[in-house]
């Protein structure tokens, strides 16, 4: 089973959700799975569009920058844009059998 985890942050950003994030992604590959991970733009500023952490492989999506940065409303619709083109951009490189939309809730 290969899947796409789509989160909103991951590590090196410690937290509780990176760290819960962390906890399925080791037990699903226990199960045998193939968990390849897309951070939102919210992750931040980071050296490339793909980048090893602690042996995890992670595609990231830019951070928001420019006008609609500073604007409620238009900033998150902008952001979810940028979300779907990078999802779409990484699942026809990867075909997975299953996108996992994670929540911060």
Do not use: C
Request: aromatic share 6%.
């Amino acid at each position: 089973m290969r899947v796409i985890h789509i989160l909103d942050h991951s590590i090196p950003t410690q937290s509780g959700y990176s760290f819960r994030t962390l906890a399925i992604l080791k037990e699903q590959r226990a199960l045998g799975w193939e968990t390849l991970h897309l951070t939102g733009p919210k992750q931040g500023p980071t050296a490339a569009a793909e980048e090893q952490v602690n042996g995890w492989h992670f595609y990231r999506t830019p951070p928001l920058d420019g006008i609609l940065k500073g604007i409620a409303g238009l900033a998150e619709i902008k952001l979810m844009g940028d979300v779907a083109r990078r999802v779409e951009q990484v699942a026809r490189r990867v075909r997975p059998d299953l996108l996992h939309a994670h929540s911060r809730s």
